[in-house]
């Protein structure tokens, strides 16, 4: 077990590992810092697994889908765990076809206006104890912006990335049901963590916008087929001239 996966993580917090594969997460955990803040983070997730599930067996054919249980050998009754709804959401999109498939691009769509909500869950963890141990050299930086060019499209430099009175900690991946997000994360000498962060989008161009997350303040925009925020508790004035910097010089 090399870099756990969130489906690793989920069933270690749920209890469905063996004994040696728990001991060696445990051991990751505590060397880790920031492994340990995404633990943190998933067992505070509130998907809505189970909702999306039953919206989805009420579009099902029930009437062919019971006549293929009816046949089938009755199995255990599984425990509703995160990952029990997950398998479930999937073996029902492959038994309601069209309907499913529907249900899947709504339940996307969704994904997509909250990631900025995911986003706000995991920053809320931070504190500046959590960035003090990180390299700022930059060919650090350089090789952790490699692997986010790699996986989103983009061409980032730390050039590109300063920010007044914020100092570059660290770039790298995050992924939320499979979608990758990008962040960027910040000390600054002021307010403390603050992060950029950038998901794809297919929702065009749109202007800067605020809202405020876990006490945070937020402003977001999207550039053709990349959808950006930024996340801290600087002050909106101070986070809208950021955007517009970034803005300007195209990243």
């Not at 509130?46 to 989805?56: G, I, M, Q, V």
Request: hydrophobic share 40%; with cysteine.
């Amino acid at each position: 077990m090399n870099t756990p996966s969130d489906e690793q993580l989920v069933a270690y917090l749920d209890d469905e590992l063996d004994r040696e594969q728990r001991s060696h997460l445990d051991s990751l955990i505590a060397d880790d810092p920031l492994l340990s803040l995404r633990v943190q983070w998933l067992s505070r997730s509130n998907l809505p697994f189970k909702t999306a599930y039953d919206e989805l067996a009420q579009q099902a054919p029930l009437d062919r889908l019971q006549a293929r249980l009816d046949a089938a050998p009755s199995p255990q009754k599984p425990g509703f765990s995160r990952r029990w709804f997950i398998g479930a959401a999937a073996a029902g999109v492959a038994l309601a076809g069209v309907a499913a498939d529907r249900l899947f691009l709504a339940w996307q769509a969704q994904q997509s206006h909250n990631w900025r909500e995911r986003v706000g869950d995991y920053m809320a963890l931070y504190v500046p104890q959590t960035l003090e141990h990180l390299p700022t050299d930059e060919a650090s930086q350089l090789a952790q912006l490699r692997t986010v060019d790699a996986r989103l499209g983009l061409s980032l430099s730390p050039a590109k990335l300063k920010l007044p009175g914020a100092v570059f900690k660290r770039a790298q991946i995050l992924e939320y049901d499979g979608v990758p997000i990008a962040q960027i994360v910040y000390q600054d000498a002021r307010y403390g963590p603050l992060a950029l962060c950038v998901t794809r989008s297919n929702s065009g161009s749109l202007p800067v916008e605020q809202e405020r997350r876990h006490k945070m303040n937020v402003v977001y925009w999207t550039v053709h087929e990349h959808a950006w925020m930024l996340i801290g508790y600087n002050p909106t004035s101070e986070l809208h001239g950021f955007a517009r910097t970034l803005i300007n010089i195209q990243l």
